[in-house]
């Protein structure tokens, strides 16, 4: 079963502007990662946002978490082609790395 | 480069065959976690290893087995397979889930993409 849900599924903007991604998970967690994922590759991590932390910066991007909302959102500003990609939020309930749990994803197409 | 080595990259088998797959994880990781990726599943835990022991069992199907080697390299045992199970697997490494330095990252192979025809 999936614990996080990004939002949107999908999403499209030019070369220049602002991603922004949402996750919303279901229970309390130890912390939240943001993966990406290149077409049929391997997922790399990101960041890593504990559940102590609101804001965390690396980079072009930038991660809320909300955890009386159970949602973060991952920013990517002045986006580039190469951005273009999968993100998945990974949420991590145990503190242990068995117990990460990834969301659906995000397709994201930057257009140049 | 991840670090972690995942043979074969593409397999194509048919209904009711057994593969292997098979992990290296990086250097000094003694986790090896596998995945399966699929378009209607997401991606879906399957089962973890720490230092040869298994640790934590997900979504995994009783066809399907894995282990731990001593040399930390592990393998999934795919049996009787369906159509469904065609999906990307991916194996993952991290370093020590229990100890201090745990930051919960997950190393990823680049996958190995199983179609059952």
């Given at each position: 079963?999936?614990?996080?849900?990004?939002?949107?599924?999908?999403?499209?903007?030019?070369?220049?502007?602002?991603?922004?991604?949402?996750?919303?998970?279901?229970?309390?967690?130890?912390?939240?990662?943001?993966?990406?994922?290149?077409?049929?590759?391997?997922l790399?991590?990101?960041?890593?946002?504990?559940?102590?932390?609101?804001?965390?910066?690396s980079?072009?991007?930038?991660?809320?978490?909300?955890?009386?909302?159970?949602?973060?959102?991952?920013l990517?500003?002045?986006?580039?082609?190469?951005?273009?990609a999968?993100?998945?939020?990974a949420?991590?309930?145990?503190?242990?790395?068995?117990?990460?749990?990834?969301?659906?994803?995000?397709?994201?197409?930057?257009?140049? | 480069?991840?670090?972690?080595?995942?043979?074969?990259?593409?397999?194509?088998?048919?209904?009711?065959?057994?593969?292997?797959?098979?992990?290296?994880?990086?250097?000094?990781?003694?986790?090896?976690?596998?995945?399966?990726q699929?378009?209607?599943?997401?991606?879906?835990?399957?089962?973890?290893?720490?230092?040869?022991?298994?640790?934590?069992?997900?979504?995994?199907?009783?066809?399907?087995?894995?282990?731990?080697?001593?040399?930390?390299h592990?393998?999934?045992?795919l049996?009787?397979?369906?159509?469904g199970?065609?999906?990307?697997?991916?194996?993952?490494?991290?370093?020590?889930?229990?100890?201090?330095?745990?930051?919960?990252e997950l190393?990823?192979?680049?996958?190995?993409?199983?179609?059952v025809l």
């Amino acid at each position: 079963s999936q614990q996080g849900e990004e939002d949107p599924q999908a999403l499209s903007i030019q070369e220049g502007e602002n991603a922004t991604m949402n996750c919303s998970y279901k229970t309390s967690i130890n912390n939240l990662q943001w993966y990406r994922q290149n077409s049929g590759r391997g997922l790399v991590h990101l960041i890593l946002i504990r559940s102590n932390e609101r804001e965390k910066h690396s980079g072009r991007l930038r991660v809320t978490l909300d955890t009386s909302k159970k949602s973060s959102s991952l920013l990517i500003t002045a986006s580039r082609a190469a951005d273009t990609a999968s993100y998945f939020c990974a949420t991590d309930a145990s503190g242990g790395a068995q117990k990460l749990v990834f969301g659906q994803g995000t397709r994201l197409t930057i257009n140049p | 480069d991840s670090g972690v080595t995942q043979t074969p990259k593409h397999l194509i088998t048919a209904t009711g065959q057994r593969v292997t797959l098979r992990c290296s994880p990086r250097s000094g990781d003694l986790s090896v976690y596998w995945y399966q990726q699929s378009l209607d599943q997401g991606l879906q835990f399957l089962i973890q290893y720490y230092n040869g022991e298994e640790r934590a069992k997900g979504n995994i199907l009783e066809r399907f087995s894995a282990q731990q080697f001593p040399d930390l390299h592990s393998e999934l045992n795919l049996s009787s397979l369906e159509l469904g199970d065609s999906a990307l697997y991916f194996c993952a490494s991290s370093v020590d889930s229990w100890g201090e330095d745990y930051t919960g990252e997950l190393f990823f192979g680049e996958g190995s993409r199983l179609t059952v025809l």
